[in-house]
Nanobody, 118 residues
Framework: QVQLVESGGGLVQPGGSLRLTCAPS????????MGWYRQAPGKERELVAS???????KYADSVKGRFTISGDNAKNTVYLQMNSLKPEDTAVYYC????????????WGKGTLVTVSS
């Protein structure tokens, strides 16, 4: 069973930066999208950013201009550079990789906690 391993979360002051990394335990073939979601306490999980295999990106309005998603297709690795962090960015961040042809499969990480606080 493929596992996605996230790293890079932690405690940071407002205005600070963090870089999240997500890599699978084994190679995933036919990737269509890679992305990051987050879930804050008492809220639903929401899309933060995604990137297609071809490099097209999409961002939640709340993070545009502050977060940057990038991917390394050869390593099946996806990154999320988070700058100018705000307390409202505090959440558990989950990595997602979608893959397949006729049938799409979603892989999820277990999440990494990002806390923005002074």
């Amino acid at each position: 069973q493929v596992q996605l391993v996230e790293s890079g979360g932690g405690l940071v002051q407002p205005g600070g930066s963090l870089r999240l990394t997500c890599a699978p335990s084994e190679r995933i073939f036919s990737i269509t999208h890679m992305g990051w979601y987050r879930q804050a306490p008492g809220k639903e999980r929401e899309l933060v950013a995604s990137i297609t295999y071809g490099g097209s990106t999409k961002y939640a309005d709340s993070v545009k201009g502050r977060f940057t998603i990038s991917g390394d297709n050869a390593k099946n690795t996806v990154y999320l550079q988070m700058n100018s962090l705000k307390p409202e960015d505090t959440a558990v961040y989950y990595c997602n990789i979608e893959a397949g042809w006729a049938t799409l499969v979603d892989y999820w990480g277990k999440g990494t906690l990002v806390t923005v606080s002074s």
